[in-house]
Structures are given as structure tokens and as C-alpha cells.
């Protein structure tokens, strides 16, 4: 098991911008994949962004593409998700995940295995 560490959430106004960590520490890393999920209150955890750690591929959900960027540090172990303009219903929490094998679907939750502990993003309006 790995333990994701996440950082950098907050409250902002519509239009401005965060950045979220999730790091890895003290050991070696070589996940599949990571990925940023996030999940409103009474709602399900939906897909946000996700990358695959050798090659670098992006893939984003509609609802952040062209706003939310996703990127890695292979040396730090750690992944990050820039996120502007926020809107006011991107507020929810936001969570990264650790996918291990090749062969499944990195948009959908069921390959990742290892999960940070959440980061509050709140957009006021």
C-alpha cells in the first residue's frame, strides 16, 4: 500500500486559481498512473484528470478540460493539478489516487488502489 500525501487546497473566489499536491514520500514510486478525482457533497467520486507516469498522456473529464492541468515530477514522486478559472461547482473535495496495472481504464475510479486523504476546494461565487 502507498501512502499519498495532499496538499495545497482552499477557498477562492470564481475565477481564481489552486494548485493541489499529492506526494509519495520516502519511497520508491512507479505507479501505472495517477489520478484526481473529486466528490461534492450527496454526490458520487467523479473522475477529474489523470496521467500515466512513464509516458506523460493526459486525460481530462469535460467539465475541466481546457482549465485543469495535470502534471508530475517523477523525481519527487509526486503529482500536481493546476487548476483556473474554478467555477463554483468545481467546490467539492478532491482526492488523487495511485493506479498500479496497465490494461484498464485510468478515467474510470476502479484502477486506482491507493487514495490521499483529501483536499477541501470551495469557490465562492
Known amino acids: 500500500q502507498v501512502q499519498l500525501v495532499e496538499s495545497g487546497g482552499g477557498l477562492v473566489q470564481a475565477g481564481g486559481s489552486l494548485r493541489l499536491s499529492c506526494a509519495a514520500p520516502g519511497r520508491t514510486f512507479s505507479p501505472y498512473a495517477m489520478g484526481w478525482f473529486r466528490q461534492a457533497p450527496g454526490k458520487e467520486r467523479e473522475f477529474v484528470a489523470s496521467?500515466?507516469?512513464?509516458?506523460?498522456?493526459?486525460y481530462y473529464a469535460d467539465s475541466v478540460k481546457g482549465r485543469f492541468t495535470i502534471s508530475r515530477d517523477n523525481a519527487k514522486n509526486t503529482v500536481f493539478l493546476q487548476m483556473n478559472p474554478l467555477k463554483p461547482e468545481d467546490t467539492a473535495v478532491y482526492y488523487c489516487g495511485a493506479a498500479g496495472l496497465s490494461g484498464f481504464d485510468i478515467t474510470t475510479i476502479n484502477p486506482y488502489h491507493d487514495w490521499g486523504q483529501g483536499s477541501q476546494v470551495t469557490v465562492s461565487s
Open positions: 496521467i500515466r507516469w512513464s509516458s506523460g498522456r493526459t
